[in-house]
């Protein structure tokens, strides 16, 4: 059985934003917790995800500039339901779901991991899986269906790219991430302790 992981940290994106981040597992599951803040301090989003035993999405809350955003999966699991709360008022959303889906944003290392982790497993050493997703965006609180074709490059490394940027003839959005012995994207200047004394 693999060791419950109860780590705090934090780390740099290439893009010069700085991470802070909690995972706690749980009876229940895991609690991944995250903040981004810009060069200056600002910050940018928070983050919120609960995964159930078997990795798959239990609930997701993003806090940003733009307002807060609450996805869920609906009782019968061909839905994920939930809400954005800003300045106009809240608009509800229902998308489509199903337990191979992921929630994802290519910024966010944590829902990075996340996905790679519900991935691993069935994943071979130079194979690729076509993973069905819901794509969130923290800085519009957009959520758009999607697909992400997730390549494992060797043990640790791993290409994930959105096959709808290369029909688009624009810049394919991707990212190729390496994780550590405890499943996290490794990024520079990563630091972590223990959450328990």
């Known amino acids: 059985m693999e060791r419950p992981l109860r780590l705090g940290g934090r780390a740099e994106l290439p893009t010069g934003e700085r991470l802070i981040w909690s995972i706690a597992d749980g009876r229940r599951g895991r609690r991944w917790r995250s903040i981004l803040r810009a060069r200056d301090d600002t910050l940018l989003s928070a983050l919120l995800l609960e995964t159930d035993a078997a990795d798959r999405l239990s609930r997701l809350e993003v806090a940003s500039a733009a307002g807060l955003l609450t996805l869920h999966p609906g009782s019968d699991g061909a839905s994920l339901h939930g809400n954005v709360v800003d300045d106009d008022g809240i608009d509800h959303i229902a998308v489509g779901w199903s337990p191979e ?47 992400v074709v997730v390549q494992r490059l060797d043990e640790g490394a791993w290409r994930l790219v959105d096959p709808a940027s290369e029909l688009d003839g624009g810049h394919t959005v991707e990212r190729t991430v390496r994780l550590d012995d405890d499943g996290l994207v490794e990024l520079p200047g990563a630091s972590s302790w223990p959450l328990e004394l």
């Open 101 to 147: 889906h992921v929630v994802l944003s290519f910024d966010e290392p944590i829902l990075v991991a996340a996905c790679l982790r519900m991935v691993t497993e069935e994943a071979a050493i130079g194979g690729s899986r076509h993973v069905p997703v819901q794509f969130v965006d923290a800085a519009s609180m957009a959520v758009q269906p999607g697909e």
